[in-house]
């Protein structure tokens, strides 16, 4: 059972507020919890904390940051089954998803534990003339300074594993600003970093609404601002000053199934319903497009509809549901709303395309239009397109006619067109016979195009928060 109310952390420590925010079972829409909410003073002071704590965090030794994200990852183990229950009340993750991704949080603070005693620098060979005898230069990664962090509400761990994880590792104080509608996964990552000996003002968690979180943004004291989320992440860019910049900013990502691959089709079918349906279509690398070679288009489409047609709908709670329910019943209502648009400018529905509420059928179309929302735009929903092509150069043109570029996947049997669509695709990852929606955490993850800048994956988050300082050393004469 969740708590009754959740405190905001400021400074490391936990904090009341008369201001509470409802949180929502995201199924049944009653109230779930209820979350402190900071006062207009607080992020100015957490941000000030930040800024003290920066010295501090810069001294705390490795293997001091290393023993409290171990810590964290064993109190993440305890905690599994309360993680895993917030997960599916807050954000409706089917509960089975909800457990997976507490094994990524866990996974995550491993890796950035192992990470915190070898962020190394190198040795430059400077004797390049006779002038340079005698120098030698030497580097070595020194901490940013004060970051910030704004993460949505699809993965309320593990997105905030990605970022709070690094900066522990890297020596780096923050403040965090989780999604309002899914705080609770975030909270409890406080709650534990509470009890480790942390350098006072290293962290500040504050469940801010997006109108009070502009100093997180513009604050020229900040060195880092990573934002995962929609495309406003280009205004905040653009407003952040001088400092570091990393964007996620979600996708469209599609799927090329080679004409080889019809031997294989119950695999690969099972594989893209997990990555159009899996939490509802609500991931960044969710399968929204699926490009199949003529020969094996049909059989491939008879069988992807009876897979979906399959998938159990409902209550998140309930270990046999794969589908829950989307954020809220806006985002339903905006993608039915996209649906519907595809089918009346000639797109067909081969299966669901129905809503109740915030839950919204497991929906495949063919025929859908390529200037439609629903090709062009991210569905961020329980929605895939299905479209033939007869040349591998029309499907390599297919996947690139977007406007997005996160990742994309393709099922080859062949080495040649693995290795064209890792060197043609517009992509920032290119994932060969499985769907774009895998990842792993220690992988470099982002994109280009709409779909951001920078890199995330616990060494690339790592090298973004820290910086490069130079030596350069004579030899005596």
């Known amino acids: 059972m969740l708590n009754k109310t959740y405190p905001y952390y400021l400074a490391n420590r936990p904090q009341t507020s008369k201001t509470m925010l409802d949180v ?3 199924y049944s829409g009653k109230l779930a919890t209820r979350v402190a909410v900071p006062d207009v003073k607080a992020t100015g002071k957490a941000i000030a904390a930040a800024v003290k704590a920066a010295r501090p965090m810069r001294e705390f030794k490795p293997w001091a940051r290393q023993a409290v994200l171990q810590h964290c990852v064993a109190r993440f183990s305890e905690r599994r089954d309360e993680l895993a229950e917030a997960l599916c009340i807050e954000a409706g ?6 457990a997976g991704e507490v094994t990524r949080l866990i996974e995550t603070f491993r890796i950035a534990a192992e990470e915190a005693v070898r962020i190394n620098g190198e040795t430059i060979n400077l004797e390049l003339a006779s002038r340079l005898d005698g120098y030698h230069g030497y580097t070595r990664r020194v901490p940013l300074g004060p970051v910030s962090f704004i993460t949505p509400f699809n993965f309320p761990l593990n997105l905030v594993a990605h970022k709070v994880a690094p900066a522990i590792a890297a020596g780096c104080p923050f403040v965090l600003k989780p999604a309002e509608k899914t705080p609770i996964g975030a909270l409890i990552i406080g709650e534990v970093l509470a009890e480790t000996d942390l350098p006072k003002g290293a962290f500040s968690i504050l469940t801010l609404d997006g109108a009070h979180a502009t100093p997180l943004v513009e604050d020229e004291r900040f060195k880092l601002l990573s934002f995962t989320g929609g495309q406003i992440g280009w205004d905040l860019k653009a407003r952040a000053g001088r400092k570091k910049v990393v964007l996620e900013l979600g996708g ?5 199934v080679d004409a080889d691959q019809g031997p294989k089709l119950d695999k690969v079918v099972e594989r893209l319903v997990f990555g159009a349906f899996y939490q509802s279509g609500q991931s960044c690398i969710g399968v929204q497009r699926i490009y199949a070679h003529a020969d094996i288009y049909d059989a ?14 409902g209550d998140p709670k309930d270990k046999n549901v794969f589908l829950g329910p989307m954020i809220d019943e806006a985002a339903a209502e905006r993608l039915h709303g996209w649906i519907l648009e595809a089918k009346k400018a000639g797109g067909k529905v081969l299966c669901g395309g129905k809503r109740n509420g915030n839950m919204l059928d497991a929906t495949l179309m063919e025929g859908v239009p390529k200037d439609a929302k629903a090709s062009r735009q991210e569905a961020f929903g329980p929605f895939a397109l299905l479209a033939p092509y007869r040349k591998f150069d029309e499907a390599i043109a297919m996947v690139n006619d977007s ?6 996947g393709i099922f080859t049997d062949s080495l040649d067109h693995a290795m064209r669509a890792w060197n043609e695709l517009e992509q920032g990852g290119v994932v060969v016979n499985d769907i774009p929606s895998f990842r792993v955490d220690n992988m470099p993850y982002g994109g280009i195009k709409l779909s951001g800048l920078g890199r995330e994956g616990i060494r690339y988050a790592i090298e973004d928060m820290t910086e490069l300082r130079l030596m350069v050393m004579r030899e005596s004469a």
Not at 93 to 98: E, G, H, S, V
Not at 252 to 256: P, Q
Not at 403 to 408: K, W
Request: glycine share 2%; hydrophobic share 40%.
């Open 24 to 26: 929502r079972d995201k």
């Open 93 to 98: 993750k089917p509960i089975r998803d909800a």
């Open 252 to 256: 469209n990502a599609a799927c090329i």
């Open 300 to 313: 491939l489409k008879r069988k992807l509809v009876a897979a979906t047609r399959k998938l159990k709908a």
């Open 403 to 408: 406007d997005y570029g996160l990742q994309a």
